[in-house]
């Protein structure tokens, strides 16, 4: 009887926007949490008993007196947390940075002010504490208990000449207060000499420290010193790889580091290191477990590229986290044999292999936790804008006073993009009540970085002779329609167009359709917009690939072309629709169904921009949205339903 090779696992382990993992075992059980930056709720709580499969309990910070995002600024937020287990009571500590933008030269900056919150039932998510905050200000906050029930805060911080460095004082608990002054535990010696994501851990009598070296970017890194005195050092910093860098030395083809072989002084650091690797890059943000069988493992943050041709595009999933097993050698942890890592894991890890392809059928309920199902806001609530009794069987969002590209409480719930091949679909039955308001579908980035197409209302067009028109206060973005710059409200029709425009008492509105885009070229969004000349439900479908993302509609509505006047002189994408299945011919995906109509694409690479006032730490969600205008919300719901995200996972995941 032949016996079965083994298999790889796939990595990332959790795909899509899971950045800065940190990692306990109780038991059999695995508890995973990772940052979530603007999102609400904050620190998914992810369990598993095979490192693998993962799956979402809650989230740690679920209630305003945990966390409050109101003005969070695109890509400010929770920063990577600490999960640790202490004599049955579970702790996370970790801050919120709301603004980094300054007024001006003399505006001094609001650092973040570190917390934790505990719980002795893990499984209840909605059980943890309200805060308790610490006297110190900083990012990447963790706790230490050592054996003699002493308490450690270690926090990176800027103090003095360091651009950003770990330290560590005594806390009391109960308190948070600090028992002594900061000590220094470690400065960058690598890139940008910024050392940060501090994890101490004890184990056969060493005092271990992990940090996460050269920034989060292609310098990422992750380093390890130990001490035999205490968590306040002096620290003896692992052997390093030298100018090589975490090089592969694997001379035999053993899958070994030769240098660690015995014969020669073993090399640590950096731990992990995968510089311009074509697959994996800025690994770092490291924490460490071990596993019921005394084995060892990894998890950390890294992202894959995206490549275009030749050129390597940052990925739009954002930074994931990725697993590597861990070997214990002369007092030191080796991660992944010092191979680079990749998406598949070793083989010999006996660890399950996740399938290719999957599907998320985002249902609802009415008694069901939405958050508990992936579900996010973009920032803190400041109320409940969404109904799951409404329609019985979907969710009905009503729309708050605030444009969605406000750094406010939007009314958006967003779903993590979770690989780069994938189909969304949506159902959308929306009648807006007055000219401007809109519900639709996204795919989001950043408020400076995303796409929708959007049901929004028109004024009824009449038959009088005369023609007015209510003024509008012009919104700050620049819109364009049919190639010619718009100033005008949406909703409000442009000069020289058929038929009076007037208010309809509440009667409801005609229907348009908006595709709004950023421009490639500049900071500015376009739209392209096609009259919707039909009532009921809308079936609006993203179809995503590494490089692009296409939006399609249907199958009901007949959909004119575009509305325009003029040829287009500005680059904008918009063009007649055609009705026929060949609308999608020329997309990189499987055709669309022939009652679905192509209406527009965009580059992914268009979502990633490394402008200085973008986001480029978090990732791509896909979700849904509706606002008002005019300073008010809604007076209808957007009622959507038949969600649902069908993804292939390429190569390692």
Same mark, same amino acid.
């Given at each position: 009887?032949?016996?079965?090779?083994?298999?790889?696992?796939?990595?990332?382990?959790?795909?899509?926007?899971?950045?800065?993992?940190?990692?306990?075992?109780?038991?059999?059980?695995?508890?995973?949490?990772? +940052?979530?930056?603007?999102?609400?709720?904050?620190?998914?709580?992810?369990?598993?008993?095979?490192?693998?499969?993962?799956?979402?309990?809650?989230?740690?910070?679920?209630?305003? +007196?945990?966390?409050?995002?109101?003005?969070?600024?695109?890509?400010?937020?929770?920063?990577?947390?600490?999960?640790?287990?202490?004599?049955?009571?579970?702790?996370?500590?970790?801050?919120?940075?709301?603004?980094?933008?300054?007024?001006?030269?003399?505006?001094?900056?609001?650092?973040?002010?570190?917390?934790?919150?505990?719980?002795?039932?893990?499984?209840?998510?909605?059980?943890?504490?309200?805060?308790?905050?610490?006297?110190?200000?900083?990012?990447?906050?963790?706790?230490?208990?050592?054996?003699?029930?002493?308490?450690?805060?270690?926090?990176?911080?800027?103090?003095?000449?360091?651009?950003?460095?770990?330290?560590?004082?005594?806390?009391?608990?109960?308190?948070?207060?600090?028992?002594?002054?900061?000590?220094?535990?470690?400065?960058?010696?690598?890139?940008?000499?910024?050392?940060?994501?501090?994890?101490? #851990?004890?184990?056969?009598?060493?005092?271990?420290?992990?940090?996460?070296?050269?920034?989060?970017?292609?310098?990422?890194?992750?380093?390890?010193?130990?001490?035999?005195?205490?968590?306040?050092?002096?620290?003896?910093?692992?052997?390093?790889?030298?100018?090589?860098?975490?090089?592969?030395?694997?001379?035999?083809?053993?899958?070994?580091?030769?240098?660690?072989?015995?014969? @020669?002084?073993? $090399?640590?650091?950096?731990?992990?290191?995968?510089?311009?690797?074509? +697959?994996?890059?800025?690994?770092?943000?490291?924490?460490?477990?071990?596993?019921?069988?005394?084995?060892?493992?990894?998890? #950390?943050?890294?992202?894959?590229?995206?490549?275009?041709?030749?050129?390597?595009?940052?990925?739009?999933?954002?930074?994931?986290?990725?697993?590597?097993?861990?070997?214990?050698?002369?007092?030191?942890?080796?991660?992944?044999?010092?191979?680079?890592?990749?998406?598949?894991?070793?083989?010999?890890?006996?660890?399950?292999?996740?399938?290719?392809?999957?599907?998320?059928?985002?249902? #609802?309920?009415?008694?069901?936790?939405?958050?508990?199902?992936?579900?996010?806001?973009?920032?803190?609530?400041?109320?409940?804008?969404?109904?799951?009794?409404?329609?019985?069987?979907?969710?009905?969002?009503?729309?708050?006073?605030? @444009?969605?590209?406000?750094?406010?409480?939007?009314?958006?719930?967003?779903?993590?993009?979770?690989?780069?091949?994938?189909?969304?679909? $949506?159902?959308?039955?929306?009648?807006?009540?007055?000219?401007?308001?809109?519900?639709?579908?996204? %795919?989001?980035?950043?408020?400076?970085?995303?796409?929708?197409?959007?049901?929004?209302? $028109?004024?009824?067009?009449?038959?009088?002779?005369?023609?007015?028109?209510?003024?509008?206060?012009?919104?700050?973005?620049?819109?364009?329609?049919?190639?010619?710059?718009?100033?005008?409200?949406?909703?409000?029709?442009?000069?020289?167009?058929?038929?009076?425009?007037?208010?309809?008492?509440?009667?409801?509105?005609?229907?348009?359709?908006?595709?709004?885009?950023?421009?490639?070229?500049?900071?500015?969004?376009?739209?392209?917009?096609?009259?919707?000349?039909?009532?009921?439900?809308?079936?609006?479908?993203?179809?995503?690939?590494?490089?692009?993302?296409?939006?399609?509609?249907?199958?009901?509505?007949?959909?004119?072309?575009?509305?325009?006047?003029?040829?287009?002189?500005?680059?904008?994408? +918009?063009?007649?629709?055609?009705?026929?299945?060949?609308?999608?011919?020329?997309?990189?995906?499987?055709?669309?169904?022939?009652?679905?109509?192509?209406?527009?694409?965009?580059?992914?690479?268009?979502? %990633?921009?490394?402008?200085?006032?973008?986001?480029?730490?978090?990732?791509?969600?896909?979700?849904?949205?509706?606002?008002?205008?005019?300073?008010?919300?809604?007076?209808?719901?957007?009622?959507?339903?038949?969600?649902?995200?069908?993804?292939?996972?390429?190569?390692?995941?």
């Amino acid at each position: 009887m032949s016996m079965s090779a083994p298999i790889s696992y796939r990595n990332p382990i959790l795909p899509g926007f899971n950045p800065d993992p940190s990692i306990i075992r109780v038991g059999p059980d695995y508890f995973l949490i990772t +940052s979530t930056f603007e999102y609400f709720p904050g620190i998914p709580l992810y369990h598993s008993t095979d490192l693998i499969n993962w799956t979402l309990l809650g989230h740690v910070l679920s209630r305003p +007196s945990q966390l409050d995002l109101r003005a969070c600024e695109p890509g400010m937020g929770v920063f990577a947390p600490t999960i640790r287990h202490h004599k049955g009571r579970f702790y996370v500590t970790v801050c919120a940075f709301h603004r980094k933008s300054r007024a001006n030269g003399m505006d001094p900056m609001i650092g973040p002010r570190g917390f934790y919150v505990s719980t002795t039932d893990i499984w209840d998510t909605k059980s943890w504490s309200d805060p308790t905050y610490y006297d110190v200000l900083g990012i990447d906050q963790d706790l230490f208990f050592d054996t003699d029930d002493r308490v450690y805060l270690s926090v990176s911080t800027w103090i003095g000449d360091n651009p950003g460095s770990p330290y560590i004082t005594e806390i009391d608990l109960d308190s948070g207060r600090s028992l002594g002054p900061l000590t220094l535990l470690r400065r960058g010696e690598v890139g940008n000499k910024i050392s940060e994501g501090s994890h101490i #851990f004890k184990k056969d009598g060493w005092y271990y420290l992990l940090t996460a070296e050269g920034g989060t970017e292609v310098e990422h890194q992750e380093w390890v010193c130990r001490s035999k005195t205490g968590p306040f050092g002096p620290w003896e910093v692992g052997p390093t790889a030298g100018a090589s860098k975490g090089a592969n030395h694997d001379n035999n083809g053993d899958g070994d580091d030769d240098r660690n072989a015995g014969k @020669d002084p073993i $090399v640590v650091n950096p731990m992990v290191y995968n510089g311009n690797h074509p +697959s994996v890059r800025q690994t770092g943000h490291m924490d460490l477990v071990e596993g019921p069988d005394g084995r060892w493992w990894a998890v #950390f943050l890294a992202v894959r590229p995206v490549w275009d041709g030749d050129e390597p595009l940052l990925s739009q999933l954002g930074r994931e986290t990725f697993l590597a097993p861990v070997e214990w050698r002369d007092g030191w942890p080796i991660v992944n044999r010092r191979q680079p890592i990749s998406l598949d894991g070793p083989a010999d890890a006996g660890l399950p292999r996740t399938s290719e392809r999957y599907t998320m059928d985002l249902s #609802f309920k009415p008694d069901m936790d939405i958050h508990s199902a992936g579900w996010y806001h973009l920032r803190t609530p400041l109320k409940r804008e969404y109904s799951l009794t409404h329609s019985p069987g979907h969710i009905a969002l009503f729309g708050g006073p605030y @444009d969605i590209r406000v750094d406010e409480s939007v009314t958006m719930l967003l779903q993590k993009q979770t690989s780069f091949r994938g189909t969304w679909d $949506v159902q959308l039955d929306y009648t807006p009540e007055r000219a401007g308001e809109e519900a639709g579908t996204t %795919v989001w980035w950043s408020k400076w970085c995303f796409a929708s197409v959007g049901i929004r209302g $028109v004024k009824r067009k009449h038959t009088h002779k005369h023609k007015h028109t209510r003024q509008h206060p012009k919104r700050p973005e620049t819109e364009t329609m049919g190639g010619q710059i718009r100033t005008g409200e949406p909703g409000e029709r442009e000069e020289g167009e058929e038929g009076e425009e007037e208010e309809d008492g509440g009667k409801g509105e005609e229907r348009e359709v908006v595709f709004r885009y950023p421009d490639p070229e500049g900071d500015e969004f376009k739209e392209t917009i096609h009259p919707l000349d039909t009532t009921g439900t809308v079936r609006i479908r993203i179809l995503a690939t590494p490089l692009q993302y296409t939006f399609f509609i249907g199958p009901s509505p007949t959909l004119s072309t575009p509305t325009s006047s003029a040829p287009s002189t500005s680059g904008s994408t +918009s063009k007649p629709m055609s009705t026929s299945p060949s609308a999608s011919s020329s997309s990189p995906h499987a055709p669309a169904p022939a009652s679905l109509h192509e209406i527009g694409s965009i580059p992914s690479r268009s979502l %990633v921009r490394t402008r200085a006032f973008d986001s480029i730490f978090t990732g791509t969600h896909l979700g849904i949205y509706a606002m008002g205008t005019e300073n008010q919300g809604c007076r209808s719901a957007a009622v959507f339903g038949g969600i649902k995200w069908e993804g292939v996972r390429a190569g390692g995941g």
